[in-house]
């Protein structure tokens, strides 16, 4: 439960989902499931695009297209 809990505070801090109030009060009914591993989630952030994007800024193209051949 902690890692799950870690995990979604994890996914909320980068906005990817976000908190909603409870439907209704109790544990909802969950079904019997075969007996598994449990692998800790884990939330990967990839920026590197961020960086590209700012080497070559986005920039207005016309008809001739880009770049430019003269």
């Not at 995990?7 to 439907?23: C, G, K, N, T, Y």
């Not at 989630?41 to 880009?66: A, C, R, Y």
Request: hydrophobic fraction near 40%.
């Amino acid at each position: 439960a902690t890692a799950v809990d870690t995990f979604l505070r994890q996914l909320m801090d980068e906005q990817i989902v976000q908190a909603e109030p409870r439907a209704h009060q109790g544990k909802p009914a969950v079904p019997a499931l075969p007996a598994m591993t449990f692998g800790v989630p884990v939330v990967e952030k990839f920026s590197e695009m961020q960086d590209l994007l700012t080497l070559d800024p986005i920039h207005e193209v016309d008809e001739t297209g880009w770049p430019h051949r003269h």
